[in-house]
């Protein structure tokens, strides 16, 4: 296999996981696939940074083998309760018997509570640092970003943090580095990751970034445990991740999400689209029971405007919208403007109950609703061309 040098004498020793589709428990589509970033430090004393998921402990273990004996390992450092970084520390630690495991108090506990196994363990907090001869490793507490345990280890002399799950993406590659890949591509799961693992944890965030930069430390290569190492530009992923926590949508534009029963309230969303446009303003529009919840997520991160639709029934939304209402919610998501429509045959509650969802996740709602009863008029049509211009209008002041 492939050897591959982060900076000198640290290795990157994870795999790439090409089919994985679903994570976190389907609730994050991977289309692009993943991998799980291992990293192997070769000094006076050895140490490797997190495992990989428990599937592909056999592939973790031959890309070690490939640089040393497991057994000279000296220390493992876990910066990550979760499986897909700890999966493969029981079969490791068979292998690198004298090794001492390293972490953050929860950590401790969390790996314990997974695998019921009492390693030597080393609880390390935010200052602390072992020396590997040539390197040091300076440990960084990271709780909520995004477990309690999670932490990041720092090596100074090669300005190379190791935050696992933070500035990840999960892309599935050949290649490593932030130069050898589709810069586009890059951000755009870049943003994906953001959006659907990291927005309720943005003011945790802002944080720990705000307390890197004031302890002074100097950052050239950022190395995730997933996806692709930012080595060209890595303040360009932390920059974005100050505009993400602050809830600054990169663009003034709207994005039309709805569901539909019979096509009613799909023509309306179709009009709102195009008065949209008319005022110059760009927009999407998602039917929300035929797009992945996990690519609109991303648009949410990025746009400024959601107007969002559902036919009544029942006397309340239709499913699929009403379970992306309260995802939404949970995001705590700042700094956007909506509004909502939907058709009705008699009852019409469905703009109503989207206005209070939108309302109670901390949208602004800039605009009254609009409905249409059963088949849209032409009338209500041109109502709803209106309904998209005024929006716009408001997007823009
Ligand atoms: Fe990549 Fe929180 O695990």
Known sequence: MNKIEVVKNVYSVGVVDWNIRNFHGYTYTTNRGSSYNAYLIIDKKIALIDTVLGSFSNELIERIKEIIDPSKIDYIIANHVETDHSGALPEIMKLANNAKLVGTAKCKEGLFRHYYT???????????EISLGEKTLKFIEAPMIHWPDSMFTYIPEDKLLLPNDAFGQHIASTEKFDDEIDNCLLMEEAAKYYANILIPYSQVILKKIDEIVKSGIDIKIIAPSHGI??????MKIVNSYIQWAKGLPLKKDVIVIYETMWGATEKMATMILEGVKASGIEGKLYNISVTDRTEIIKDVLNSKGLIMGSSTHDNNILPNIAGFLDFIKGLRIKNRIGTSFGSFGWSGESVKIIENTLKESG?????????????PSEDDLKNCFEFGKQFAEKLKG
């Open 363 to 375: 949208i602004e709602v800039v605009l009254p609703p609009i409905s249409a009863k059963y088949t």
């Open 229 to 234: 190492i930012w080595r060209k530009d890595p």
């Open 118 to 128: 009492n390693w030597d363990f080393q609880t390390v907090k935010t200052g602390d």
